[in-house]
């Protein structure tokens, strides 16, 4: 079968999955109703595609916090990799490394941050944070990320409770007991592991995270101009406009839909990125001139693993960035510098 598109590694891995891991991975809150709005929100954006320039030279590249990466589209931190594919996240982090992107590596990675570090050495990680009750499992897991070179910590700041997923109640799901959290072995029993998440975790934490490190703090989960506001208040250098996938609040709104605010907040102050329904290149070339540095992908890449592993993520990459490339050239940009505001319309009802 070709693989043409994101959405036939979506059907391969649908088919070729376990059910148990498979409606893990695409399981959403209650209805599913922010989970499906991420993605048909794309479709109400327009563009104004200018005719008649050059762009027959392309320049598809962009920086994360001073850092060159080939194109805007990293990877976002996502749990359980080996669910996917044995190698789990190393393969992840070759595959970002291959394209040279950033791969932000998860809490809840099923390989540990060494193993993550060895197998792609020089590559541009984040490590993503969830705060647990006990603080000195966190600080460990900041210091450890920091000593292996990862250079941004990623703090998930919308998952205080786990959302209800209905048919990860119906399976009962949890790991298989061959997988383990490796970063989290022996702090507690991580079968239940939203009962270890601090659910008091404010923003005057984010001082106490400030303490522990010298690697750049990014907010993951931000949807209000209040908040986006909060975090340049509190000395972060990044957002990343997210609602986890819809996996946590139905409800909320689509993370297209949500970036206008946070960037008009943020006044090009900070950084800002986004995820959550990213499944084209046009959709990269809407989330950058919607205000976007970079955007990030989450189920696709587990799509890519589960097809072939690193060589099954890095196709998926190389298709968005050759629809993102081209997406910029029919629109009249040859540099991701000339993508702004001018580039899109929102339907009108």
């Known amino acids: 079968m070709a693989m043409v598109c994101l959405s036939d590694f979506e059907a391969y891995a649908k088919k070729y999955l376990p059910k148990i891991a498979w409606d893990f991975f695409a399981a959403g809150a209650d209805d ?6 991420n993605i048909l929100a794309y479709k109400r954006i327009h563009f104004r595609p200018r005719m008649l320039r050059d762009v027959s030279m392309m320049d598809i590249r962009t920086k994360l916090l001073g850092t060159e ?6 990877i976002a931190p996502t749990g359980f990799h080996q669910l996917a594919w044995p190698d789990g996240e190393k393969s992840t982090a070759r595959a970002a490394k291959a394209m040279n992107t950033c791969y932000i590596a998860s809490t809840y990675s099923t390989c540990t941050l060494e193993e993550i570090s060895a197998a792609a050495p020089g590559g541009l ?3 993503q944070l969830y705060i647990h009750r006990n603080r000195a499992v966190s600080q460990q897991l900041v210091q450890r990320a920091e000593a292996l070179g990862f250079q941004g910590l990623v703090l998930t700041a919308d998952l205080p409770y786990t959302g209800k997923r209905r048919d990860d109640v119906r399976n009962g799901f949890r790991l298989p007991p061959h997988m383990k959290l490796k970063n989290l072995e022996g702090a507690f029993e991580v079968c239940k592991m939203s009962p270890s998440i601090d659910p008091s975790v404010t923003w005057n934490d984010i001082y106490w995270l400030r303490s522990l490190t010298h690697l750049p703090i990014i907010i993951k989960g931000i949807l209000t101009k209040e908040d986006a506001e ?3 208040r509190h000395g972060v250098q990044g957002i990343i406009v997210s609602n986890h996938g819809g996996r946590q609040l139905d409800g909320g709104p689509a993370t297209i839909d949500a970036l206008v605010e946070v960037v008009e907040a943020v006044q090009g102050s900070i950084e800002v990125y986004l995820d959550g329904g990213i499944r084209k290149g046009s959709d990269v070339l809407k989330a950058l001139a919607l205000g976007a540095k970079c955007v990030f992908i989450g189920r696709p890449a587990l799509w890519g693993l589960a097809y072939k592993g690193e060589e099954g993520l890095q196709d998926v990459l190389r298709i968005l960035q050759d629809e993102f490339r081209l997406s910029m050239a029919l629109a009249g940009c040859a540099s991701v510098s000339e993508i702004g505001r001018h580039l899109v319309q929102f339907s009108k009802l």
């Open 125 to 127: 990680r984040w490590f």
């Open 230 to 232: 909060l975090a340049v």
């Open 69 to 74: 990466i080939s194109f805007p589209v990293g």
């Open 32 to 37: 599913c109703c922010t989970r499906d709005e």
